[in-house]
Each structure stands twice: as structure tokens, then as C-alpha cells.
Nanobody, 112 residues
């Protein structure tokens, strides 16, 4: 099983980025998928997750700004991050929830 994350980069405060996570080697459509983020010196945070029937849950810190969604045909998980803030700067990881499979991380940097 491989999870390939992409889409990170630089953004100004108030800007947007879309993260993607392509999954291979696994039955994608039946798995709950999630995005985590980690900043040095802080605990890893579960940003959002989405179930196989597209029910999504968000951390309070991103609610109303981020949207998680999935394309089961393309076997890809997305995170649309809008109204970015400097405190959103982190390494973002996708994960197949309930398993040991993680993506490699994609860095998001937001400047003020």
C-alpha cells in the first residue's frame, strides 16, 4: 500500500492550497481516510477525516476553512485549505485510518 501526498507549498495568509493523496495497492473506497499535520514542538493533530460514505469530521481549528473530500474512481483523497493562517504551517500527512499506512507528508507554509 502506498499513499503519495502532494500539493503543499507556500501561501500568503488568506490564500488557498489543495492537498492530494493518491492511494495505490489498497481498496480505497471502503476505507476511512484522514489528514494529519505536525509542527515541531507541537503534538500531531488530526485535521479531518472522511468515511467511505463521505461523512466528514473536522478539527475545530480548521472547521469552516478546510474541506476534505475523496474521489473513489481516482483513488485520491483531497484537502482544500482556504483562508489559510500562519498557524496552519505544518507538514501534512494523509493516512488510511485504522491501519499503519501513512503518506510521506507535504509541507504547507503560510506567511503573514
Amino acid at each position: 500500500v502506498q499513499l503519495q501526498a502532494s500539493g503543499g507549498g507556500f501561501a500568503q495568509a488568506g490564500g488557498s492550497l489543495r492537498l492530494s493523496c493518491k492511494v495505490t495497492g489498497s481498496i480505497f473506497r471502503t476505507n476511512t481516510m484522514g489528514w494529519y499535520r505536525h509542527t515541531p514542538g507541537k503534538e500531531r493533530e488530526l485535521v479531518a477525516y472522511i468515511t467511505s460514505n463521505h461523512t466528514s469530521t473536522y478539527a475545530d481549528s480548521v472547521k469552516g476553512r478546510f474541506t476534505i473530500y475523496r474521489d473513489n474512481v481516482r483513488r485520491t483523497l483531497y484537502l482544500q485549505a482556504n483562508s489559510l493562517r500562519p498557524e496552519d504551517t505544518a507538514l501534512y500527512y494523509c493516512k488510511q485510518m485504522g491501519t499503519r499506512f501513512w503518506g510521506q507528508g507535504t509541507l504547507v507554509t503560510v506567511s503573514s
